[in-house]
């Protein structure tokens, strides 16, 4: 009897060990069918999308194994308000690239906005490249306008080295022109899309140039001048180029940039390092500033006494107006001194500048350089200031002879070398009236050291002027 009960109470853990199993292979399959569909989206390929319209022709777009550009043949929305761009790259495999990032005004041409997006590869047909744009909604507007001026892609050094700059920048991105008004509409509940006729018109900037230029904010701890500690200074960020068209005036700019900290710390005991580290922050993409020729940038700079002087410049220069501009000379008061600093741009500076028309200074950013004691022999040396990267301009507002055009821009994304533009040298002179004071102390001197010697010149005269007799 009791060897009965074991056997069915084996019997029934077996057949709830069975339910178990049972129940968790048919639960699996759903649990990863759905977590398959929540971390995937299903799009549909290039090809499929540009077969739609009839007039499509395959044939057409050819592979070119060494045409490396990026011609954007068609758009497209979704139900899920997100925007595609279908691109023509003739390279196809064999050039391996992808796409970056696109020019886009979601607006009427008279109205234009140009902002940078930043593109998702989706997937390819052959030479067919199917995008989506990141952080782009489509508006809920019965017409809907898509104006490119650009698209871009990563620069390449081994495919791009008829494009490298002449001056210490760096290429990021290398612009293609589109030049293309896309009109969607809503007609009868179907969605129309047309490329207008006319290309759009834009302006290509040539032998483009970023840097920055460093100066002093607070003098009581001026680099160089070994009063104090403490040496804060501000680096301002500016974007040279020039054109091909005779621009007359810019009204305003559009420029794009990326930005990062960088913090650097040494600390020393008796001179010996203890501890260094270098920090890099998050990178900040696709900032925009909108810059304008009217608007003036003041900087105050407390000297060494009461009083503040200051210096200022527009935010739209040309090239000889900004050279003028960072060319300066102050002179700062103290006591029987005059500290004379002088900030000029370097002859590296200067050539980088050579041939350029118009200068952007969009963005200034704290510099400081720092020196901190905790006791004796104990310091830190730290410096900290603002990387900025990935420089385009995206739009101009200009006048040539009377007429205004407001335009996007084909310029390439660049970066500049690190190096300031500019270099300052300080020192320190006696003030005028103390070289006269001590010029007089000097011949009251010297007189009274001739009057001194007199006497003993005479003696030696009436001396020597004796004959000699026995």
């Known amino acids: 009897m009791e060897k009965a009960k074991k056997k069915d109470r084996l019997s029934i853990f077996t057949l709830i060990l069975i339910c178990l199993f049972t129940l968790i292979t048919a639960i699996y399959p759903n649990i990863q069918k759905i977590t398959h569909a929540e971390d995937t989206t ?35 929305e979704s139900v899920d308000n997100e925007l595609f761009i279908y691109v023509y790259q003739p390279s196809a495999h064999f050039g391996n690239l992808i796409a970056s990032s ?37 508006s809920d507007a ?23 700059p002449t001056n210490e920048n760096s290429i990021n991105e290398v612009v293609y022109r589109v030049a293309k008004m896309y009109l969607v509409e809503n007609i009868n509940e179907e969605t129309i899309y047309r490329c207008t006729d006319m290309e759009v018109e834009v302006l290509e900037l040539e032998d483009m140039y970023v840097g920055f230029v460093r100066y002093p904010d607070d003098m009581s701890g001026h680099p160089g001048m070994g009063f104090g500690w403490y040496e804060p200074g501000s680096d301002s960020h500016f974007i040279a180029f020039s054109t091909d068209i005779p621009i007359d005036t810019i009204y305003s700019a559009k420029v794009s940039y990326s930005t990062q900290t960088y913090n650097y710390s040494r600390s020393t005991v008796a001179g010996i390092e203890t501890s260094k580290s270098s920090k890099f922050g998050e990178i900040i993409d696709n900032q925009e500033k909108v810059v304008n020729h009217d608007t003036v940038v003041e900087i105050e700079i407390p000297p060494y006494h009461v009083g503040k002087n200051s210096y200022s410049f527009n935010e739209i220069q040309t090239v000889e107006d900004f050279i003028n501009t960072e060319n300066r000379e102050y002179v700062y008061d103290l006591g029987l001194f005059n500290v004379v600093e002088q900030i000029k741009i370097t002859d590296e500076g200067l050539q980088d500048l050579k041939g350029k028309q118009w200068v ?29 990267s990935h420089v385009t301009v995206l739009q101009l507002f200009y006048e040539i002879d009377g007429q205004s055009f407001n335009i996007g821009v084909i310029a390439n994304k660049q970066t500049g070398d690190g190096v300031p533009d500019n270099i300052q040298e300080s020192w320190a002179e006696l003030k005028d009236w103390v070289k006269w004071v001590l010029g007089i102390i000097g011949a009251i001197l010297l007189i009274v050291l001739i ?14 002027s004796r004959p000699f007799t026995l």
């Open 42 to 76: 299903t799009y549909s390929t290039a090809i499929e999308d540009l077969q739609k319209d009839e007039n499509f022709n395959a044939e057409a777009y050819p592979v070119r194994e060494k045409d490396y550009s990026l011609q954007v043949i068609q758009i497209a």
């Open 142 to 164: 019965e017409t809907r306008y898509y104006e490119i001026p650009s698209i871009f892609r990563p620069w390449d050094a081994k495919k791009d080295n008829d494009k490298t």
């Open 102 to 138: 696109i020019n886009i005004s979601p607006y009427s041409h008279e109205n234009i906005d140009v902002s940078n997006y930043k593109l998702q590869l989706l997937n390819n047909s052959g030479v067919f490249y199917k995008y989506k744009v990141i952080d782009f909604t489509v």
């Open 360 to 388: 952007l200074r969009f963005l200034n950013t704290k510099f400081e350089d720092k020196n901190s004691s905790f006791g004796v022999g104990q310091n830190t040396h730290t410096i900290e200031y603002t990387i900025v």
């Open 451 to 464: 009057v001194a010697c007199m006497p003993i010149i005479t003696m030696r005269e009436v001396l020597y």
